[in-house]
């Protein structure tokens, strides 16, 4: 895990559980766009500490898996969820993936803190009842939770080659910039200055 060394009130911790996207898979450290938040808080005046439990490969069972122990180390104020893709991607059944994160969603909650759920889609070679399924699973777990919402993590980079990596599934550090823009009007109503 990735604790950025800023002082920081037990209340001011946003924890980031995900997996590779915000992992910064294939960038170098300070690349990814969790480090890039951390700047724009300290930068903005926003005394947050953010720690990233996330972790490349990591499905919505591992999350659940590690969340207590991360709830019970770092108290955060606000929880970004970033899981699921993976689950997909490898074809797991959906209403596995609803119930982790859904339970994720439950255990952060009743630690107190709020939580912003990061959507993801698949590409449509997994069929198209499977990838809407996917994106509905996410409006659904939000609209039933009163969750903030990030619908499409990936939508200003996904279809642009020169911003993802070799792979195609993993954007480059010129992209994290982006991936933050569009995680920042969801989250940034969630804190507070000072």
Same mark, same amino acid.
């Given at each position: 895990?990735?604790?950025?060394?800023?002082?920081?009130?037990?209340?001011? /911790?946003?924890?980031?559980?995900?997996?590779?996207?915000?992992?910064?898979?294939?960038?170098?450290?300070? =690349?990814?766009?969790?480090?890039?938040?951390?700047?724009?808080?300290? /930068?903005?005046?926003?005394?947050?500490?953010?720690? @990233?439990?996330?972790?490349?490969?990591?499905?919505?069972?591992?999350?659940?898996?590690?969340?207590?122990?991360?709830?019970?180390?770092?108290?955060?104020?606000?929880?970004?969820? =970033?899981?699921?893709? @993976?689950?997909?991607?490898?074809?797991?059944?959906?209403?596995? /993936?609803?119930? @982790?994160?859904?339970?994720?969603?439950?255990?952060?909650?009743?630690?107190?803190?709020?939580?912003?759920?990061?959507?993801?889609?698949?590409?449509? @070679?997994?069929?198209?009842?499977?990838?809407?399924?996917?994106?509905?699973?996410?409006?659904?777990?939000?609209?039933?939770?009163?969750?903030?919402?990030?619908?499409?993590?990936?939508?200003?980079?996904?279809?642009?080659?020169?911003?993802?990596?070799?792979?195609?599934?993993?954007?480059?550090? /010129?992209?994290?910039?982006?991936?933050?823009?569009?995680?920042?009007?969801?989250?940034?109503?969630?804190?507070?200055?000072?």
């Amino acid at each position: 895990m990735f604790a950025a060394q800023v002082a920081a009130a037990p209340d001011r /911790t946003i924890l980031v559980l995900g997996d590779s996207l915000s992992a910064a898979y294939g960038l170098r450290t300070g =690349e990814g766009w969790v480090a890039l938040l951390q700047k724009r808080l300290q /930068t903005q005046g926003y005394g947050y500490r953010v720690v @990233n439990a996330s972790v490349s490969g990591e499905t919505s069972t591992g999350g659940l898996q590690r969340l207590p122990r991360a709830l019970e180390l770092h108290k955060p104020a606000v929880v970004i969820l =970033e899981l699921g893709a @993976n689950d997909a991607l490898r074809g797991l059944p959906l209403s596995v /993936t609803r119930d @982790n994160l859904g339970k994720i969603t439950g255990l952060a909650k009743a630690s107190g803190a709020q939580v912003v759920l990061v959507g993801m889609r698949i590409p449509p @070679n997994y069929g198209p009842r499977y990838t809407a399924e996917l994106e509905r699973m996410y409006k659904d777990l939000a609209r039933r939770e009163k969750l903030r919402l990030v619908p499409f993590f990936l939508e200003r980079v996904a279809l642009r080659e020169d911003l993802m990596q070799a792979d195609g599934l993993h954007p480059t550090a /010129t992209a994290q910039p982006l991936l933050l823009d569009t995680l920042w009007p969801t989250l940034r109503p969630l804190l507070r200055r000072g």
